[in-house]
C-alpha cells in the first residue's frame, strides 16, 4: 500500500480501536441527549399542571361565560368601534343555567334564543356565579326594559321623541329620547 499510494498502513488494532471510541462516544451523545428529553418533558408538565385546576360544575349552577364568545354586538350611541375595538366590553356574560355536562371538559347552557350561539363551552370559558349572599333575597331587582331584536340578531331601538334639531357642520343633528333608556342616554 506504501508503494502504491504513498501512504502508510493503518494497523488493524488502531482502526478498530478508534472506533470503539467513536461508537461509545456517540452512544454516550445519545444517552445524554435521551435524558436531558425526559427532565424536559417533566419540566413542562410540572409547569403546566401548577396553573391547572380540575373544574367541576354542578347543573343546578349557575355560570357566566367570557363575552367574546358570545359576540354580542355593542351598538350603542356614541359607540365608534374604529377607535377602540375593546371599549365599553364586558369580560364576562351571564348568568346561565347549566344544562348538562359533556364529556370532562364541556357543558351545555341554556342561552336564550336571540344570542343564536352553539351552546356547548369549554370549561376555561366560564366561571361560576356566586348567586347572591343571603342578606340581599327577598329585595327587589331591578329589571331592564324588554330589548327587541331584528331578524339578524340586531339590536332594536325605538325613538319615544324628537327633543331637538340643530345643523352642525353642514349636516342635521337630533337630539333622541330612546324608549327603553333613561333620560341620560339621550343621544
Known amino acids: 500500500m506504501e508503494v502504491d499510494t504513498g501512504r502508510k498502513p493503518v494497523p488493524r488494532l488502531w482502526a478498530t480501536s478508534d472506533v470503539c471510541i467513536f461508537l461509545e462516544d456517540r452512544q454516550a451523545a445519545i444517552e ?19 396553573d391547572r385546576t380540575n373544574t367541576t360544575f354542578n347543573i343546578i349552577d349557575f355560570v357566566y361565560v367570557r363575552a367574546k364568545l358570545l359576540n354580542k354586538d355593542f351598538r350603542t350611541p356614541y359607540y365608534d368601534i ?3 375595538p375593546t371599549k365599553n366590553k364586558l ?5 346561565f343555567p347549566i ?3 359533556i364529556g370532562t371538559n ?3 347552557l341554556v342561552l336564550p334564543a336571540t344570542l343564536r350561539l352553539h351552546d356547548v363551552f369549554n370549561v376555561d370559558q366560564l366561571k361560576l356565579s356566586l348567586g347572591y349572599p343571603p342578606e340581599f333575597f327577598g329585595r327587589p331587582v331591578r329589571r331592564a326594559a324588554p330589548v327587541l331584536f331584528d331578524d339578524q340578531g340586531y339590536r332594536i331601538y325605538v325613538i319615544a321623541a324628537l327633543l331637538k334639531k340643530r ?3 353642514g349636516h342635521i343633528q337630533y337630539l333622541v329620547k330612546w324608549a327603553d333608556l333613561p333620560d341620560s342616554e339621550n343621544s
Open 91 to 95: 369580560f364576562l356574560d351571564g348568568s
Open 32 to 50: 445524554y441527549a435521551k435524558d436531558q428529553l425526559v427532565k424536559a418533558q417533566e419540566r413542562q408538565k410540572r409547569f403546566y399542571v401548577r
Open 99 to 101: 344544562a348538562k355536562r
Open 167 to 169: 345643523r352642525h357642520r
Open 82 to 84: 374604529t377607535k377602540d
Open 106 to 108: 364541556s357543558y351545555k
